[in-house]
C-alpha cells in the first residue's frame, strides 16, 4: 500500500524550487553523492540562499512533515546530508535506509519472473456479490 503522506510530500518535491535536486537524485544510480554546493547550484540552475554558506542546520535532514523545502527534496528522493563542511563547501548525500558498508542491487527485474501470473478462469456463472453480501448491511 501506498503511503499517502510520502506521496503527497513527492508531489511537493516535484514542483518545489528544490524540484531539479529531487530529479537528480532520483536518476542517481549510486548509494552515495559527494558533491560541492556549486555543483548543487549548477543542477539547480540559481545560487543557493546564503544561510545554506552559513547556517549548517539548513542541510539538516528532516521527517517528511516539516516545510523546509530543499530537505523535503532530498528526503523525498530518497537521500540524507552527511557530512556537511560549510567551509569548504562539501557534502555527502546518502540513501536512506542503506546500512553503513551495504549497497543495494539497481538492476532491473521482472516480478512475472519470480511470480508468474495465474489464470485461475472465469467467474463462476450466477455469481452475483453485491454490497449486502459483503457488508452485511443495506446501503
Not at 93 to 117: C, Q
Amino acid at each position: 500500500m501506498v503511503n499517502v503522506k510520502a506521496k503527497k510530500h513527492e508531489e511537493l518535491a516535484k514542483r518545489s524550487k528544490y524540484a531539479a535536486l529531487y530529479d537528480h537524485l532520483c536518476q542517481m544510480q549510486t548509494d552515495e553523492w559527494e558533491t560541492t554546493f556549486a555543483e548543487i547550484e549548477s543542477i539547480l540552475g540559481f545560487d543557493l540562499p546564503p544561510s545554506a554558506r552559513i547556517h549548517r542546520p539548513w542541510w539538516g535532514n528532516q521527517q517528511l512533515n516539516n516545510g523546509r523545502s530543499q530537505a523535503l527534496a532530498w528526503g523525498a528522493a530518497g537521500w540524507n546530508t552527511s557530512d556537511v563542511h560549510i567551509e569548504l563547501e562539501t557534502l555527502i548525500f546518502k540513501r536512506s535506509g542503506i546500512p553503513e558498508g551495504e549497497t543495494t542491487d539497481r538492476r532491473e527485474f521482472n516480478l512475472d519472473e519470480f511470480w508468474p501470473p495465474h489464470d485461475f478462469g472465469p467467474w463462476p456463472k450466477g455469481l452475483i456479490i453485491d454490497r449486502e453480501f459483503i457488508y452485511g448491511d443495506r446501503a
